[in-house]
Nanobody, 127 residues
């Protein structure tokens, strides 16, 4: 079982930046991919970004491509989400999840491919 703890959220003005962190424990961190998802009030949880177990491959939702960067440090058991040029529509609770398999599948955009969800971290972008 993997346990995940997200941090780094906060209140920022539009155009600003935040870096989210997700610390993992329980499973060998380098043995699985990681994903970031977000959920705004009244909406379903949506895919933001994913990264392979080695960090060599990354994937993004169209809405964040070019603004967000996912990365990981396997020595620190941590995955990051650098968020630049933030927009009010980025406001949500952000969650990280651990992929159930070592390799990300073609369904990497689906939250059902991940587990070990943490409590999330709130990101609020003011206009």
């Amino acid at each position: 079982q993997v346990q995940l703890v997200e941090s780094g959220g906060g209140l920022v003005q539009a155009g600003g930046s935040l870096r989210l962190s997700c610390a993992a424990s329980g499973r060998t961190f380098s043995s699985y991919g990681m994903g970031w998802f977000r959920q705004a009030p009244g909406k379903e949880r949506e895919f933001v970004a994913a990264i392979s177990w080695s960090g060599s491959s990354s994937y993004y939702a169209d809405s964040v491509k070019g603004r967000f960067t996912i990365s990981r440090d396997n020595a620190k058991n941590t995955v990051y989400l650098q968020m630049n040029s933030l927009k009010p529509e980025d406001t949500a609770v952000y969650y990280c999840g651990a992929s159930r398999l070592r390799y990300l599948t073609v369904n990497y955009r689906s939250s059902s491919e991940y587990g070990g969800w943490g409590q999330g971290t709130q990101v609020t972008v003011s206009s």
